[in-house]
């Protein structure tokens, strides 16, 4: 009886792994369920960007999904300005890729697959956006220390993570993890459902506010 229930746990965990990708990655599939024309009500891309990319800059999208983002960011930076999507799966990137054509805007970004400890970017980049992503990533240092070595001085990095997801504490401990790489780190309110803050690349808050952690 024993072995069958080692045999069933084994099965279940195996088609975990293959549906989700591991414990850590959001699946491609899951991506349509809050990647839809009803999250403009709660996730207004102008609302969040407003202010942080100006036309002709090179933004990042971290974890660009289906490229809910990505488009908005190709909007703002304009004609001249240019955006790299990556993620680490082949078909968030593949139909991303494809919601740009439609939208006209596939020569404006460039998408990339990513490997899961490099992302490849190179600079200078102006804007970062890792919207619900860094809290998926085994080592969140990793990840901010390639960001920051892409990222010209005075860029700025938005991160945002889900509030019913990663609590208080664990949000500041990402923010610590953000000044340790250089960043000078501030909060930036209204982003529903979310907490966030935004990194500067090369400056420094001087050890000023910490973040709540409730």
Known sequence: ??????????????????LLLGPHTCP??????????LRRFVHDPRSILGGLVEPGETALDIGCGLGYFSLALAELVGAKGRVVAVDIQPQMVSRARRRAGRRGLAE????RVCEPHRLGVHGPVDFALAFWVLHEVESPEWLLGEVRSALRAGGRLLIVEPRGHVSGARFAAMAEQAR???FGVSEKSGVRLSRAVICTAGASDGGGARLATT
């Open 1 to 18: 009886m024993g072995n069958a229930r080692d045999a069933l746990r084994s099965a279940r965990n195996g088609l975990r792994r293959a």
């Open 180 to 182: 340790a790489q250089g």
């Open 28 to 37: 491609w599939w899951l991506g349509y369920s809050f990647d839809n024309p």
């Open 108 to 111: 404006r970004i460039e998408f």
